[in-house]
């Protein structure tokens, strides 16, 4: 795989990672680190062999924000150009063809927050704190957290988070639907991993058309996303996987998917 400064990019039996890497000041969010990301992002939606992406921090945090020492210096221009940078990772992980699980392995917050709540699923370590806190600064989330955290738990709870800017701890976390599981610290990568284990049982193009349908879904009337869902759904018939996992289920075997 390619090599970066800021990151590391590996793949390994389908599953490729994205290892945010600026263990120093907590992966930090620097224009290079940007425009690595968007990089990255770009070379996995095309890899066929990777079937699900892990994102991940080096060192003790997932991802503390903007590098503030960088942006301090930047005029507003500068700062919207950077800031539109980081929606774009954001969106691009939406987008991407893969599922997309964050193993939140520490400190998440901020623009660390919003990157993970563009991801499909989530995965937290005991101990991790996560946050909005941008309001204790006199600013607001602007990679998107205003919008995807209420669609993620609710219009009530995102205020409590966005309008406050407090930390809450891994449990809380799960208790109100932010992250799907919580597991002992140091373990976090491995059970991201078995998660993707668990979907790449499945059809590799029913994997990704169900998750195009969500994201597209989302942003749709309830009829017209039906409508788009439907038109998925259909698709995946046309498929040779389609055939073997319905010849599979009658035969009583594990199905052979080839994503064709």
Same mark, same amino acid.
């Given at each position: 795989?390619?090599?970066?400064?800021?990151i590391?990019?590996?793949?390994?039996?389908?599953?490729?990672?994205l290892?945010?890497?600026?263990?120093?000041?907590?992966?930090? $969010?620097?224009?290079?680190?940007?425009?690595?990301?968007?990089?990255?992002?770009?070379?996995?939606?095309?890899?066929?062999?990777?079937?699900?992406?892990? $994102?991940?921090?080096a060192?003790?945090?997932?991802?503390?924000?903007?590098?503030?020492?960088?942006?301090?210096?930047?005029?507003?221009?500068?700062?919207?150009?950077?800031?539109?940078?980081?929606?774009?990772?954001?969106?691009?992980?939406?987008?991407?063809?893969q599922?997309?699980?964050?193993a939140?392995? @520490?400190?998440?917050? @901020?623009? @660390?927050?919003?990157?993970?709540?563009?991801?499909?699923l989530? $995965?937290?370590?005991?101990?991790?704190?996560?946050?909005?806190?941008?309001?204790?600064?006199?600013?607001?989330?602007?990679?998107?957290?205003?919008q995807?955290?209420?669609?993620?738990?609710?219009k009530?709870?995102?205020?409590?988070?966005?309008?406050?800017?407090?930390?809450?701890?891994?449990?809380?976390?799960?208790?109100?639907?932010?992250?799907? &599981?919580?597991?002992?610290?140091?373990?976090?990568?491995?059970?991201?991993?078995?998660?993707?284990?668990?979907?790449?049982?499945?059809?590799?193009?029913?994997?990704?058309?169900?998750?195009?349908?969500?994201? $597209?879904?989302?942003?749709?009337?309830?009829e017209?996303a039906?409508?788009?869902?439907?038109?998925?759904?259909?698709?995946?018939?046309s498929?040779e996987?389609?055939?073997?996992?319905?010849?599979?289920?009658?035969?009583?075997? &594990?199905?052979?998917?080839?994503?064709?």
């Amino acid at each position: 795989m390619k090599r970066y400064n800021t990151i590391i990019v590996e793949k390994k039996e389908g599953i490729g990672y994205l290892t945010l890497n600026r263990p120093e000041v907590f992966n930090a $969010i620097s224009q290079e680190l940007i425009d690595e990301v968007r990089d990255a992002l770009a070379m996995i939606d095309k890899d066929e062999e990777i079937r699900v992406l892990i $994102i991940t921090g080096a060192g003790k945090g997932f991802q503390a924000g903007a590098d503030i020492k960088e942006l301090s210096k930047m005029g507003p221009i500068d700062i919207l150009r950077w800031n539109e940078g980081v929606v774009r990772i954001n969106a691009a992980l939406e987008k991407l063809r893969q599922p997309v699980i964050a193993a939140i392995n @520490g400190l998440a917050m @901020g623009g @660390g927050l919003e990157l993970a709540i563009s991801c499909s699923l989530r $995965i937290i370590a005991e101990g991790a704190k996560l946050a909005l806190p941008e309001v204790k600064l006199g600013i607001i989330p602007g990679t998107g957290g205003t919008q995807r955290l209420p669609r993620l738990i609710g219009k009530g709870r995102a205020y409590e988070l966005l309008l406050t800017g407090k930390a809450i701890d891994a449990e809380e976390a799960y208790r109100i639907g932010l992250v799907n &599981k919580v597991v002992p610290k140091g373990e976090v990568v491995k059970a991201a991993e078995e998660m993707a284990g668990k979907i790449m049982e499945n059809g590799p193009i029913a994997i990704e058309l169900c998750k195009d349908a969500v994201e $597209i879904g989302m942003d749709l009337p309830i009829e017209q996303a039906v409508q788009y869902s439907q038109k998925n759904c259909i698709t995946c018939f046309s498929t040779e996987d389609m055939k073997e996992g319905t010849s599979a289920f009658i035969e009583k075997r &594990k199905p052979n998917f080839k994503g064709k």
